[in-house]
């Protein structure tokens, strides 16, 4: 038997709950909807056949059943809310602190967090919102919102559309709103259309039957809101290809040549002229007491850029020929734009050195007069210095960052110059034999305390460095329609009702019912307006407390 | 005078208004035509003054703006503050659609203690660094915040169901978990009284600490139980700590958080058990009379309705403002940052407690616990995540 045809003569699809004609519950199939303990009908989906409910034989059936279950979508985002919450225990991988004695996640939760921070990184939480089960349980989410949707969605939109104004009168007592009214005037009843259309209400009419329903379009709210969040899912995948997103990070030094801007296959150069950092001045009245507690608030993260283009005419192999097209300065919230490119300031490193100048004299003499001096370029260190007074000086050992590691041994935390310092190995004019010295900021070391030259520090240049992250996404329009067509949904759905009020005439009165999918205060308001300076009784809530 | 303490005295004002409405809004309670649509002298005392104190709180949010030169929502006082206000202007509105007055004897307490929590953060003027001077600041925080102070009525209107509905006659988990509720309520109550009592004797006890290779200062206004991890306590003549905080309390200032969060412990237990000795019953039980001639059902309606009317507005606030503003500021519109995961989980949360209310089952009491639940996974995010688990988003 294909089909279920109602005492009213209309032809039900199998599964039916509630008669689409006439609203009459159909035998045999009120369990689907609970209503069978129940005095009061479930009006979810208007007791439509939905095919999750209809039918369970085949594997894709159970496939479709499972995932359009309501009870398995709120399991599978608990599940996802659960997972989340675990993976702010600690901070993920990306979060561990840059000024963590080991960065290396195998060491650092260990050693932060003891016991616990050795299981969360074992079980691979230092990265669980990449994880595998953690992007199943998401696109599980995806495949339930679709089901889910498309379940329901189709037969609720074909049963509103051709839903009667006759319902049966089963249909109407079984309505959480009802009331029977033994006598009323076909003036009163007109009054009520008056007073329903006054409430926007649309009326439809079949013999002395009367259906008022407004809202009905916030019934499309869930499944518009769940297009919204699908098509954010779809932006999520196309995300993860390059043709969508493209992120790199680059330190750009100052007064450093135009380099070549990474993920852009060497079309684009960078240069920074100058990195800028202000801080708000400790003399504005307002600010004060703020800046004496906290110290320092810095004000200004900028960094002013030239992007170059590689030129057309530039000939393989020789140095790339670059046109300038873009001059100006990127500050936090406030990128830079360049073909599809944006520029964002991202970190920065203060006082790197650039060049140091040293001087050679001789130990005994405390005037210190410069024997001869030499200049090291930190960006390109050279391995030996041949000085015009005949003086060889050999850098031995260059700690770019130095520091004393937990063994007391010379070490550079960095490869950046941010606090360089050498062994120098020095001959002097015509001599074979090289003193050693130790020079660093602040340190002058002679370990053999004999040595006849000695060398200081004339002069330094230091430079800032500007951590820029370039990137392009092309996915965010996608993102953005998903999320404005989420929000359309969510208000579509929530911040309108559809209310629907049944009038059936009886002997010499008229039943009358109400259904609100939600705010059952507002009907109620609505029905006490409608009925006003008639004396058709006001509806009872037969709301069932035992459902609690 | 200058501008600020007119700032601060509109602030105070609208938590004394609040106050007396509350005790007003009280004496409604008593009234038994409360289902009735009919507005009783106190209840119209009560709202007045609560929109007065409202507008009062407005003044404060203005004068502040002017004089700081941005919008007062970029430190954990203001912050709270804001959400405090959101609060009641939420609660003003469901009372003018419901015209429930007896709402106002639970939103109007909250919103204070939300206030008076603010408070205990420091109130300075501070300037904005320059992650936070994008207008996206207000129109992300604003929005957060009002999402959230509607979502906070639906745990009023829950918390009092809960209160009404749960048979106190026989001990039982529901009722041992209620009273669980409004213990740690009283622990909020207890904090603000220990931070008052300690902040006006101006007690300071000044520690240093190792942190990342440096030594930091740090000031604790309570007796130090917990000292910091290392620390030395610098101050002379005041006690010394009992303990140190362990030293996977990460962050700035764990000891002193730790230490804060032991006192209003012990202030909040020594309160509660007060209260329980004089009253001789639960908490719970000794309010339930005052709910008789409420209405179960309208309280389960208010409270789904505010989830149905805040669950968008967060989300907006929440997730999409917060999501533009990082893309301009950092780049990226979503980094897994933990305040971002909390937000999400809120929104998980809500999202699943709107598909339960379409079963049958989950109205009345289930719900009303779920919006329990609710206020706390916010307020974590409010107050743990911002002070515990320290990301882009900390705070004070």
Same mark, same amino acid.
């Given at each position: 038997?294909?089909?279920?045809?109602?005492?009213?003569?209309?032809?039900?699809?199998?599964?039916?709950?509630?008669?689409?004609?006439?609203?009459?519950?159909?035998?045999?199939?009120?369990?689907?909807?609970?209503?069978?303990?129940?005095? #009061?009908?479930?009006?979810?989906?208007?007791?439509? @056949?939905? &095919?999750? +409910?209809?039918?369970? =034989?085949? $594997?894709?059936?159970?496939?479709?059943?499972?995932?359009?279950?309501?009870?398995?979508?709120?399991?599978?985002?608990?599940?996802?809310?659960?997972?989340?919450?675990?993976?702010?225990?600690?901070?993920?991988?990306?979060?561990?602190?840059?000024?963590?004695?080991?960065?290396?996640?195998?060491?650092?939760?260990?050693?932060?967090?003891?016991?616990?921070?050795?299981?969360?990184?074992?079980?691979?939480?230092?990265?669980?919102?990449?994880?595998?089960?953690?992007?199943?349980?998401?696109?599980?989410?995806?495949?339930?919102?679709?089901?889910?949707? #498309?379940?329901?969605?189709?037969?609720?939109?074909? @049963?509103? &559309?051709? +839903?009667?104004?006759? =319902?049966? $009168?089963?249909?109407?007592?079984?309505?959480?709103?009802?009331?029977?009214?033994?006598?009323?005037?076909?003036?009163?009843?007109?009054?009520?259309?008056?007073?329903?259309?006054?409430?926007?209400?649309?009326?439809?009419?079949?013999?002395?039957?009367?259906?008022?329903?407004?809202?009905?379009?916030?019934?499309?709210?869930?499944?518009?809101?769940?297009?919204?969040?699908?098509?954010?899912?779809?932006?999520?995948?196309?995300?993860?290809?390059?043709?969508?997103?493209?992120?790199?990070?680059?330190?750009?030094?100052?007064?450093?040549?135009?380099?070549?801007?990474?993920?852009?296959?060497?079309?684009?150069?960078?240069?920074?002229?100058?990195?800028?950092?202000?801080?708000?001045?400790?003399?504005?009245?307002?600010?004060?007491?703020?800046?004496?507690?906290?110290?320092?608030?810095?004000?200004?993260?900028?960094?002013?850029?030239?992007?170059?283009?590689?030129?057309?005419?530039?000939?393989?192999?020789?140095?790339?020929?670059?046109?300038?097209?873009?001059?100006?300065?990127?500050?936090?919230?406030?990128?830079?734009?360049?073909?599809?490119?944006?520029?964002?300031?991202?970190?920065?490193?203060?006082?790197?050195?650039?060049?140091?100048?040293?001087?050679?004299?001789?130990?005994?003499?405390?005037?210190?007069?410069?024997?001869?001096?030499?200049?090291?370029?930190?960006?390109?260190?050279?391995?030996?210095?041949?000085?015009?007074?005949?003086?060889?000086?050999?850098?031995?050992?260059?700690?770019?960052?130095?520091?004393?590691?937990?063994?007391?041994?010379?070490?550079?935390?960095?490869?950046?110059?941010?606090?360089?310092?050498?062994?120098?190995?020095?001959?002097?004019?015509?001599?074979?034999?090289?003193?050693?010295?130790?020079?660093?900021?602040?340190?002058?070391?002679?370990?053999?305390?004999?040595?006849?030259?000695?060398?200081?520090?004339?002069?330094?240049?230091?430079?800032?460095?500007?951590?820029?992250?370039?990137?392009?996404?092309?996915?965010?329009?996608?993102?953005?329609?998903?999320?404005?067509?989420?929000?359309?949904?969510?208000?579509?759905?929530?911040?309108?009702?559809?209310?629907?009020?049944?009038?059936?005439?009886?002997?010499?009165?008229?039943?009358?019912?109400?259904?609100?999918?939600?705010?059952?205060?507002?009907?109620?308001?609505?029905?006490?307006?409608?009925?006003?300076?008639?004396?058709?009784?006001?509806?009872?809530?037969?709301?069932?407390?035992?459902?609690? | 005078?200058?501008?600020?303490?007119?700032?601060?005295?509109?602030?105070?004002?609208?938590?004394?208004?609040?106050?007396?409405?509350?005790?007003?809004?009280?004496?409604?309670?008593?009234?038994?035509?409360?289902?009735?649509?009919?507005?009783?002298?106190?209840?119209?005392?009560?709202?007045?003054?609560?929109?007065?104190?409202?507008?009062?709180?407005?003044?404060?949010?203005?004068?502040?703006?002017?004089?700081?030169?941005?919008?007062?929502?970029?430190?954990?006082?203001?912050?709270?503050?804001?959400?405090?206000?959101?609060?009641?202007?939420?609660?003003?509105?469901?009372?003018?659609?419901?015209?429930?007055?007896?709402?106002?004897?639970?939103?109007?307490?909250?919103?204070?203690?939300?206030?008076?929590?603010?408070?205990?953060?420091?109130?300075?003027?501070?300037?904005?660094?320059?992650?936070?001077?994008?207008?996206?600041?207000?129109?992300?925080?604003?929005?957060?915040?009002?999402?959230?102070?509607?979502?906070?009525?639906?745990?009023?209107?829950?918390?009092?169901?809960?209160?009404?509905?749960?048979?106190?006659?026989?001990?039982?988990?529901?009722?041992?978990?209620?009273?669980?509720?409004?213990?740690?309520?009283?622990?909020?109550?207890?904090?603000?009284?220990?931070?008052?009592?300690?902040?006006?004797?101006?007690?300071?006890?000044?520690?240093?600490?190792?942190?990342?290779?440096?030594?930091?200062?740090?000031?604790?206004?309570?007796?130090?139980?917990?000292?910091?991890?290392?620390?030395?306590?610098?101050?002379?003549?005041?006690?010394?700590?009992?303990?140190?905080?362990?030293?996977?309390?990460?962050?700035?200032?764990?000891?002193?958080?730790?230490?804060?969060?032991?006192?209003?412990?012990?202030?909040?237990?020594?309160?509660?058990?007060?209260?329980?000795?004089?009253?001789?019953?639960?908490?719970?039980?000794?309010?339930?009379?005052?709910?008789?001639?409420?209405?179960?059902?309208?309280?389960?309606?208010?409270?789904?309705?505010?989830?149905?009317?805040?669950?968008?507005?967060?989300?907006?606030?929440?997730?999409?403002?917060?999501?533009?503003?990082?893309?301009?500021?950092?780049?990226?519109?979503?980094?897994?940052?933990?305040?971002?995961?909390?937000?999400?989980?809120?929104?998980?949360?809500?999202?699943?407690?709107?598909?339960?209310?379409?079963?049958?089952?989950?109205?009345?009491?289930?719900?009303?616990?779920?919006?329990?639940?609710?206020?706390?996974?916010?307020?974590?995010?409010?107050?743990?995540?911002?002070?515990?688990?320290?990301?882009?988003?900390?705070?004070?």
């Amino acid at each position: 038997m294909k089909e279920i045809k109602c005492e009213c003569g209309h032809v039900n699809p199998v599964g039916t709950v509630l008669c689409e004609a006439c609203g009459r519950p159909i035998e045999g199939n009120q369990h689907l909807d609970g209503n069978n303990e129940k005095r #009061l009908l479930n009006m979810r989906y208007d007791g439509t @056949a939905r &095919r999750s +409910q209809t039918y369970n =034989k085949s $594997i894709i059936d159970k496939i479709w059943s499972f995932f359009s279950s309501v009870k398995v979508g709120v399991w599978l985002i608990v599940l996802a809310l659960v997972a989340s919450m675990v993976g702010t225990i600690f901070p993920q991988e990306v979060y561990i602190p840059a000024n963590a004695p080991s960065r290396d996640p195998a060491v650092y939760y260990e050693d932060q967090y003891g016991i616990f921070g050795l299981i969360f990184y074992q079980l691979g939480f230092h990265n669980l919102y990449t994880s595998w089960w953690y992007l199943v349980i998401i696109a599980l989410i995806g495949i339930s919102l679709v089901i889910c949707s #498309l379940d329901r969605f189709v037969p609720l939109f074909k @049963a509103l &559309r051709h +839903q009667k104004a006759q =319902k049966h $009168i089963s249909f109407l007592s079984r309505q959480r709103l009802y009331s029977e009214t033994d006598v009323a005037s076909n003036e009163e009843i007109e009054t009520v259309k008056n007073n329903l259309k006054k409430q926007r209400y649309n009326i439809k009419e079949e013999n002395g039957h009367i259906l008022a329903e407004k809202g009905r379009f916030s019934r499309w709210g869930p499944y518009v809101n769940h297009i919204g969040l699908i098509i954010i899912l779809v932006a999520a995948i196309l995300r993860v290809t390059p043709f969508f997103y493209m992120e790199e990070y680059v330190w750009v030094r100052e007064g450093q040549k135009p380099i070549v801007i990474p993920g852009t296959d060497g079309q684009y150069y960078i240069e920074n002229k100058d990195f800028i950092l202000e801080t708000h001045s400790k003399d504005d009245k307002r600010f004060e007491a703020a800046i004496a507690e906290e110290g320092m608030i810095p004000s200004n993260f900028q960094t002013d850029i030239v992007i170059y283009q590689t030129s057309d005419k530039t000939v393989p192999g020789a140095d790339a020929e670059l046109d300038p097209i873009l001059e100006g300065s990127v500050r936090m919230n406030d990128p830079a734009k360049f073909d599809k490119y944006t520029v964002y300031q991202s970190g920065y490193q203060l006082n790197e050195f650039t060049s140091m100048t040293f001087r050679i004299h001789e130990t005994a003499d405390t005037e210190e007069a410069a024997l001869d001096t030499f200049t090291v370029d930190l960006t390109a260190p050279e391995a030996e210095y041949n000085l015009d007074s005949g003086f060889r000086v050999v850098v031995d050992k260059y700690y770019p960052d130095y520091y004393l590691d937990s063994n007391g041994i010379p070490a550079s935390e960095t490869n950046f110059p941010r606090n360089p310092a050498y062994v120098f190995l020095i001959y002097p004019p015509n001599s074979d034999t090289a003193e050693v010295s130790f020079v660093g900021i602040g340190r002058n070391i002679d370990a053999t305390g004999e040595n006849i030259y000695k060398l200081g520090i004339e002069d330094f240049e230091m430079h800032d460095v500007s951590g820029l992250t370039v990137k392009y996404d092309r996915s965010l329009p996608l993102f953005g329609i998903g999320a404005a067509i989420f929000m359309i949904g969510v208000i579509q759905g929530m911040y309108w009702q559809h209310r629907r009020i049944w009038i059936h005439p009886s002997e010499n009165g008229i039943l009358m019912a109400g259904h609100t999918n939600k705010n059952w205060f507002g009907i109620k308001k609505d029905i006490e307006k409608v009925i006003k300076g008639t004396n058709i009784k006001m509806v009872e809530d037969q709301q069932e407390l035992d459902e609690k | 005078m200058d501008i600020l303490s007119v700032s601060s005295g509109a602030l105070y004002s609208a938590f004394v208004l609040y106050l007396i409405a509350t005790l007003f809004f009280g004496a409604t309670v008593r009234d038994k035509r409360t289902d009735k649509k009919q507005h009783t002298v106190s209840a119209k005392i009560a709202i007045t003054l609560t929109i007065i104190g409202f507008a009062a709180q407005i003044v404060y949010f203005i004068t502040r703006w002017f004089a700081s030169g941005h919008a007062p929502v970029s430190n954990m006082f203001e912050f709270m503050t804001f959400l405090g206000m959101c609060t009641v202007f939420a609660f003003i509105i469901i009372y003018f659609y419901y015209k429930l007055s007896f709402l106002g004897l639970f939103a109007l307490p909250i919103s204070m203690i939300i206030i008076a929590y603010a408070s205990m953060f420091p109130t300075d003027v501070a300037p904005l660094v320059p992650s936070l001077q994008s207008h996206w600041l207000y129109i992300h925080v604003t929005t957060v915040a009002l999402g959230q102070g509607i979502l906070f009525i639906s745990f009023v209107a829950g918390l009092m169901y809960l209160i009404k509905e749960i048979d106190q006659t026989v001990k039982s988990k529901k009722t041992m978990w209620l009273e669980i509720v409004i213990y740690i309520l009283f622990i909020f109550i207890g904090f603000i009284g220990i931070t008052s009592a300690f902040g006006m004797m101006n007690y300071n006890a000044t520690f240093e600490y190792p942190s990342g290779g440096e030594t930091i200062k740090s000031e604790y206004k309570l007796p130090a139980i917990a000292g910091p991890n290392e620390g030395t306590l610098i101050t002379e003549n005041v006690m010394e700590p009992w303990f140190e905080t362990p030293n996977w309390l990460q962050g700035q200032d764990a000891g002193r958080k730790f230490n804060t969060v032991i006192w209003s412990l012990i202030t909040g237990t020594i309160l509660f058990v007060i209260v329980r000795l004089i009253i001789r019953k639960r908490v719970g039980a000794a309010i339930q009379p005052l709910f008789k001639n409420v209405k179960a059902d309208l309280l389960d309606e208010i409270g789904y309705r505010s989830v149905t009317i805040g669950f968008p507005v967060f989300t907006l606030g929440g997730l999409i403002f917060a999501a533009i503003w990082a893309q301009i500021a950092w780049g990226r519109f979503w980094g897994w940052d933990p305040k971002e995961v909390w937000a999400l989980v809120t929104w998980f949360f809500y999202a699943a407690y709107l598909h339960l209310r379409l079963s049958r089952g989950w109205h009345g009491e289930k719900s009303a616990w779920l919006a329990v639940i609710g206020f706390g996974i916010i307020m974590f995010n409010l107050i743990v995540v911002n002070l515990v688990l320290a990301g882009l988003h900390s705070y004070a």
